[in-house]
């Protein structure tokens, strides 16, 4: 059975830090691109970063340069978005989901697209920033 399971989001305040982690099973990561995406009530979908983890490539999308740093861990089967400087915009369900490779357009359009791009997708984790 294919899984992605996201978890580590939960209350922080402003300026803090979070690890999530987004671990996959029932396929091989380095087959896929992982993108961490995020949705606040209201608001559009953004996607934050990406990465193809056989070979290390990143992807950060130019409103989410600086501040989220995506990682993999192979022998795991484990993704991880690192959020620092954490504001109370930041605050959203986070999610990632998976695109088979190799992608046809890149890390930025799978990033600038919905879930009809993804293959697999996880439930998400909370994020909550207080000021």
């Known amino acids: 059975e294919v899984q992605l399971q996201a978890s580590g989001g939960g209350l922080v305040q402003a300026g803090g830090s979070l690890r999530l982690s987004c671990a996959a099973s029932?396929?091989?990561?380095?087959?896929?691109?992982i993108g961490w995406f995020r949705q606040a009530p209201g608001k559009e979908r953004e996607g934050v970063a990406c990465?193809?983890?056989?070979?290390?490539?990143?992807y950060n999308p130019v409103h989410a340069k600086g501040r989220f740093t995506i990682s993999s861990d192979n022998a795991k089967n484990t993704v991880y978005l690192q959020v620092n400087s954490l504001k109370p915009e930041d605050t959203a369900v986070y999610y990632c989901a998976a695109r088979k490779k190799p992608l046809r357009a890149g890390m930025g359009y799978f990033m600038a697209q919905g879930p009809n791009e993804y293959d697999y997708r996880g439930q998400g984790t909370l994020v909550t920033v207080s000021s």
């Open positions: 990465i193809s983890s056989n070979d290390g490539s990143a």
């Open positions: 029932g396929f091989t990561l380095a087959d896929y691109a």
